[in-house]
């Protein structure tokens, strides 16, 4: 069964930090892997999206890697800003079975 | 940005009740997908939906039904509810060719 652990659970920073954030999956036939943030209270946003044939993916300050054969993605933030501060999710997609880790609670301090 | 809708946004109801939990899209996607979610914990995937008269449950056993009449609109029905399905319920739909899923704001039920 496909497990998805994300590290560390918690993280406070301040502002300005870069910082990278963990997520490891015991099976590595994915299709995909994606990041997502929430805020609290609120729904899913996707950050990036990442296909099983690629390596990395960027948006802005956001740099998603996956390495299969290991089991590991990692979101890198640069610059982090206040309004980064929210919970960040890894989701693996096998085949339409989406497993999601538990995430990590980023808070960035001005 | 996306277009997927819930309602009720939050909802108490006594225990025994029926209640349907609406879920709308208006950006063409095939694929539509329900979770239930434990503050602080992963989502769980319960029922899925690949287009107009498919659906799958997902990987955590639930006592709810789904349909897909449209294209647009998928609805999740607990036929008595029970304190246990006291949690956040997350609907979320994708393209086939994309697999970006984009969720809606999420139904926060509580069952007495």
């Known amino acids: 069964k496909q497990e998805v652990t994300q590290i560390p659970a918690a993280l406070s920073v301040p502002e300005g930090e870069n910082l990278v954030l963990n997520c490891s999956f015991t099976?590595?036939?994915?299709?995909?892997l994606q990041w997502f943030r929430q805020d609290p209270g609120k729904g899913l946003t996707s950050l990036l999206l990442?296909?099983?044939?690629?390596r990395e993916q960027t948006s802005g300050r956001l740099n998603a890697s996956l390495d299969k054969s290991s089991g590991r993605s990692t979101l890198y933030i640069a610059a982090s800003q206040p309004g980064d501060s929210a919970t960040y999710l890894c989701?693996?997609?096998?085949?339409?079975?989406?497993?999601f880790g538990a995430g990590t609670r980023l808070t960035v301090k001005p | 940005e996306a277009d997927i809708y819930q309602t009720p946004r939050y909802l108490v109801i006594g225990t025994g009740k029926k209640i349907t939990l609406e879920c709308s899209q208006t950006m063409g996607h095939d694929k539509m997908y329900w979770y239930q979610q434990d503050p602080g914990m992963e989502l769980h995937l319960i029922h899925y939906?690949?287009?107009?008269?498919?659906?799958e449950k997902g990987d955590l056993s639930s006592e709810s039904t789904v349909s897909r009449i449209r294209t647009e609109h998928f609805p999740l029905t607990l036929e008595s509810a029970r304190p246990s399905h006291t949690s956040q319920y997350l609907c979320a739909s994708s393209e086939f060719t994309t697999d970006t899923q984009y969720f809606g704001p999420g139904t926060r039920l509580t069952v007495l």
């Open positions: 990442i296909q099983s044939s690629q």
């Open positions: 099976d590595s036939a994915i299709y995909n």
């Open positions: 989701a693996v997609n096998l085949n339409n079975d989406m497993r």
């Open positions: 939906s690949y287009g107009v008269n498919s659906t």
